[in-house]
């Protein structure tokens, strides 16, 4: 069993940057990843890291946000610079234990069985 606990979010204007983190316990030798749905939108995965740190981006934050992890701490980060109002949305950790698939599949919420509870970004223009 895996516990995820996301870092409060926040509210910022456009260009500024936020970091959220996500602590997880228990099993901590996941993947991990960052997920946001914004209303009325589907769950969008917005970055993933693997255990030996390769990443994944959506297209729409490459170049502006960064995942990186913290193995000994059990904490993955989401930095999140050059901040969009489109980038507004409750943002959610998740984790599963590493397979192949994770190359495929790493950026839909389907690979992943521990999810947070969520937490909100406000960007406002």
């Known amino acids: 069993q895996v516990a995820l606990v996301e870092s409060e979010g926040g509210s910022v204007q456009a260009g500024g940057s936020l970091r959220l983190s996500c602590s997880a316990s228990?099993?901590?030798?996941?993947?991990m990843g960052w997920f946001r749905q914004a209303p009325g939108k589907e769950r969008e995965g917005v970055a993933t890291?693997?255990?030996?740190?390769?990443?994944q981006y959506a297209d729409s934050v490459k170049g502006r946000f960064t995942i990186s992890r913290d193995n000994d701490k059990h904490i993955v980060y989401l930095q999140m610079d050059s901040l969009k109002p489109d980038d507004t949305a409750m943002y959610y950790c998740?984790?599963?234990?590493?397979?192949?698939?994770?190359?495929?599949?790493?950026?839909?919420?389907?690979?992943?069985?521990?999810w947070g509870q969520g937490t909100q970004v406000t960007v406002s223009s």
């Open positions: 228990g099993d901590s030798r996941m993947c």
């Open positions: 890291i693997s255990l030996v740190e390769n990443t």
């Open positions: 998740a984790a599963q234990a590493y397979s192949d698939n994770w190359f495929v599949r790493g950026l839909r919420s389907e690979y992943y069985a521990y």
